[in-house]
């Protein structure tokens, strides 16, 4: 079956310093990956998704960037956080297809505090 | 430009009755509607979803109703339980899409005993 995990679960960071959030997914091939945010008290806000190695779509300007350097592995990274960047970081996978019924699936998400 | 809405921010039903938690989306295109269930500082849970050549699908307890002229589907629970508990989004995608998601901003189900 398939498993996705991402971490760290937690963690605190001042502002201007980095980020680096990782995501893997097991049990699957040619994912199609994903990278979500929920802010507090809001739904769930696309921020990239990937169809494949080195193929990242960005869906909002922001002080985010992902990277895909391996088939299922995803990672989220800052050079330089900003307290607006605090918020609930969900992975997600689904069936690397381009349109039909898709579902999507998520992982434990990552709670960043920028202080 | 909000594609998919929940209107109702939080939903409240006593132990056994039912729950509806409604859903209104704008976008013509989408042809595939979800719905997840989350706990606090949990990934989202998928529930069932619902193709748009159907209007109605069920799975145990829940069942998701689409109705494509008016926009709008709904996932009833029966009975409710406590577990039941969270915030509930719906979700949904279509044409060349690339299986991206537009959620709804949620309800929150609170059941009580």
């Known amino acids: 079956s398939q498993t996705i995990h991402q971490w760290p679960a937690t963690l605190v960071q001042p502002v201007g310093s980095p980020l680096s959030l990782e995501c893997t997914v097991e049990?699957?091939?040619?994912?199609?990956l994903y990278w979500y945010r929920q802010a507090a008290g809001r739904g769930l806000q696309l921020l990239f998704y990937?169809?494949?190695?080195?193929?990242i779509s960005s869906e909002v300007p922001q002080n985010l960037s992902a990277s895909r350097p391996q088939d299922r592995q995803f990672i989220l990274s800052s050079k330089k956080l900003l307290l607006s960047d605090s918020g609930f970081y969900l992975c997600?996978?689904?069936?690397?297809?381009?349109?039909?019924?898709?579902?999507?699936?998520f992982g434990e998400g990552s709670w960043l505090t920028v202080v | 430009d909000q594609q998919v809405k929940q209107n109702s921010p939080s939903l409240s039903v006593q132990e056994g009755r039912i729950s509806i938690l409604n859903c209104d989306y704008t976008?013509?295109?989408?042809?595939?509607f979800l719905w997840y269930k989350k706990y606090p500082a949990e990934g989202p849970t998928f529930l069932i979803s619902?193709?748009?050549?159907?209007d109605k699908n069920e799975d145990g307890r829940f069942t998701v109703f689409l109705n494509k002229s008016a926009k709008h589907l709904s996932l009833h629970i029966v009975p409710s339980q406590p577990g039941d508990s969270a915030v509930y989004f719906c979700?949904?995608?279509?044409?060349?899409?690339?299986?991206?998601?537009?959620f709804g901003q949620g309800t929150i189900l609170t059941v009580h005993p």
């Open positions: 979700a949904a995608s279509g044409g060349t899409s690339y299986g991206k998601l537009t």
């Open positions: 976008n013509s295109m989408f042809d595939y």
């Open positions: 990937s169809v494949g190695i080195g193929q």
């Open positions: 049990g699957t091939s040619n994912p199609n």
């Open positions: 619902i193709s748009s050549i159907k």
């Open positions: 997600a996978w689904s069936v690397g297809r381009t349109h039909g019924e898709n579902t999507i699936y």
